[in-house]
């Protein structure tokens, strides 16, 4: 079974600086893409950015210039890179997979969530 499991999150001051970690675990054939998101309660889910193995990644308009997205094949996890940080950025942070495994091709996984406070 596939897992993907969040670390990093926690309270940081308007114009910190914050690493967000995602880990995916179990048996699969490869991973695709691989991303954040992130929800506010009430609201729709983000998208934060994506990056694909060997590709250049993308971000959503909200965090342009300020996040930065990683991938390290070896470890199966990515990373995020949150610099001047806003009280807007505030919300659960969401790693997301697409993966092919032996039994489906291209299935969406998703992590329980990290929460991000930026407050003072």
């Known amino acids: 079974q596939v897992q993907l499991v969040e670390s990093g999150g926690g309270l940081v001051q308007p114009g910190g600086s914050l690493r967000l970690s995602c880990t995916v675990s179990?048996?699969?054939?490869?991973?695709?893409?691989m991303g954040w998101y992130r929800q506010v309660p009430g609201r729709d889910r983000e998208f934060i950015a994506t990056i694909i193995s060997g590709g250049n990644p993308n971000y959503g308009d909200s965090v342009k210039g300020r996040f930065t997205i990683s991938r390290d094949n070896a470890k199966k996890m990515i990373s995020l890179q949150m610099s001047s940080l806003k009280q807007e950025d505030t919300a659960v942070y969401y790693c997301?997979?697409?993966?092919?495994?032996?039994?489906?091709?291209?299935?969406?996984?998703w992590g329980k969530g990290t929460l991000v406070n930026v407050s003072s």
């Open positions: 179990g048996t699969f054939l490869s991973i695709n893409v």
């Open positions: 997301y997979a697409n993966i092919d495994t032996i039994v489906s091709r291209a299935t969406s996984y």
